[in-house]
């Protein structure tokens, strides 16, 4: 891991009660395996502690909330600014009638699993999202036919100045896998909808999208998730296909013979090869059939 070159000296940023680290690993967490460090990477205690640090925290500094990183490339010359990183704490789950309460850190499976063992339907897709409630709100992510712009009553939402703040559903002005919220702003909590429906019917719904991704997705890889976002009538997995980029490589990163809507880090790829690879797969599509593909992973940091 390559240190960054400090912009931001430890004594320009806030005291906080949760922990601060200069030069904070991404390549550890993230899905890829790859990429250079954060410059900062902030673990708030709490929301409170996350609050106070952006109202203090200057407003030149980067702010970059990040979860498991499952849908996201790091370039190789790493981060500028501050990294959050929602703790365990914040990821607990709890139901109250049709509601489901989602701490912004816990696990799309995790929220699943609670709305079935209340015998809530409706977001059963969630188990096919290998991500957290932050980052899917913030993109509206979505699988089997469904997104979270579906289920979605309202996220409390910590903003850059340290405001917390509670949204409806209708103001993050949700389209295909996007939201309207600014850079920098951190969701640390969602409320859901369910409807009351069968426990084993639910369950069964939900081992199905679990046995489909197993079947069809190289989930045992070091991948980002879908690439690129669906075109309007199309599937990008197919456009792919049809420009002849199965199992196509640049370096150590290769279309996934399995799934082509996924890159795969082969073992000693850098996020420059993977960058590059996608790229190269835009180019072909757009020859063979004419579609500008758009990227669906996100895309942060510096070249190296």
Known sequence: MTALAASIAVDALPPVRGSLEPNGSMADFIWFRTGGPAEWMFRPADI?????????????????????????????????????????????????????????AAMGITVASGARDASLAGLEFLRGIPGTVGGAVRMNAGAYGRDCADILVEATVVTRDGTVEVWPADRFGFTYRHSALPDGFVVVEALFRGTPGDKVAITAEMDRIAAEREASQPLRSRTGGSTFKNPPNGKAWELVDRAGCRGFRVGQAQVSEKHTNFLINTGGATSADIEALGEEVKRRVKANSGVDLEWEIERVGVAS
């Open 48 to 104: 409170d502690d996350l609050a106070a640090f952006l109202e203090a925290l200057p407003g030149d500094v980067p702010v970059l909330a990040v979860g498991v990183g499952s849908n996201l490339i790091v370039r190789d010359g790493g981060l500028p600014g501050v990294v959050v990183r929602l703790p365990k704490a914040m990821a607990k789950v709890s139901v109250d009638g049709d509601l489901v309460r989602a701490g912004g």
